[in-house]
């Protein structure tokens, strides 16, 4: 079992930058791949990065590429997204997930999810 608890949500204006932190707790975090999705309201939740177990690789969505970094502490149990850059369209419920493919983009991949928190991108 791995419990997830996500923080570092907020409002910024456009240009701006967050850190995301997902928290995780129970054994064998390192063997898990770890990605963030983001759902806005009356939208699907969708894919944004993942890092692998022990964080030598990393996957992005198109739309993210080069303005957001992930990357992971596992002595901390902790995984990061850097958001920079931030665009209004990347208002959204961003959440964490634990699950094992590296280039998994569906949420039916992951088995482990947080609560989510709240970034919100003003023009």
Do not use: H
Request: glycine residues 10%; charged residues 15%; hydrophobic residues 35%.
């Amino acid at each position: 079992q791995v419990q997830l608890v996500e923080s570092g949500g907020g409002l910024v204006q456009a240009g701006g930058s967050l850190r995301l932190s997902c928290a995780a707790s129970g054994r064998s975090f390192s063997t898990y791949t770890v990605a963030w999705f983001r759902q806005a309201p009356g939208k699907e939740r969708e894919f944004v990065a993942s890092i692998s177990g022990f964080g030598d690789s990393t996957y992005y969505a198109d739309s993210v590429k080069g303005r957001f970094t992930i990357s992971r502490d596992n002595a901390k149990n902790t995984v990061y997204l850097q958001m920079n850059n931030l665009k209004p369209e990347d208002t959204a419920v961003y959440y964490c997930a634990a699950g094992i493919a590296l280039r998994a983009v569906t949420t039916a991949s992951y088995v482990y999810w947080g609560q989510g928190t709240q970034v919100t991108v003003s023009s």
